[in-house]
């Protein structure tokens, strides 16, 4: 059973940095791309960054392009997103999400697994 685990978020203040981890497990076969998701309170989920796992390309939403880093750790079988500079419009509940096809059908979400979600509060 497919299972995707995040964690890492909390209440910080703005400017600060933290970072999310996600523990993917049962997979019978490695993902082709992993991704991470957010939602804030009354929008839509949107799509923060993606990683293709065999070649390492990784792409990244316009608003958090050059604070936010996806990087992955195959040996623990952990994604991280590591988010510096964070300010208030960040605040959302962020997910994890793998796709067994492509980075092009993580975007697409339809064929994604989840994770649960962990919830990111920045507020002074």
């Known amino acids: 059973q497919v299972q995707l685990v995040e964690s890492g978020g909390g209440l910080v203040q703005p400017g600060v940095s933290l970072r999310l981890s996600c523990a993917a497990s049962g997979f019978t076969r490695s993902p082709n791309a992993i991704s991470w998701y957010r939602q804030a309170p009354g929008k839509q989920r949107e799509l923060v960054a993606v990683i293709s796992v065999p070649g390492g390309t990784t792409t990244y939403a316009d608003s958090v392009k050059g604070r936010f880093t996806l990087s992955r750790d195959s040996d623990k079988n952990t994604v991280y997103l590591t988010m510096n500079s964070l300010n208030p419009e960040d605040t959302a509940v962020y997910y994890c999400?793998?796709?067994?096809?492509?980075?092009?059908?993580?975007?697409?979400?339809?064929?994604?697994?989840w994770g649960q979600g962990t919830q990111v509060t920045v507020s002074s």
């Open positions: 999400a793998a796709n067994p096809y492509s980075a092009t059908d993580a975007k697409r979400g339809s064929r994604n697994s």
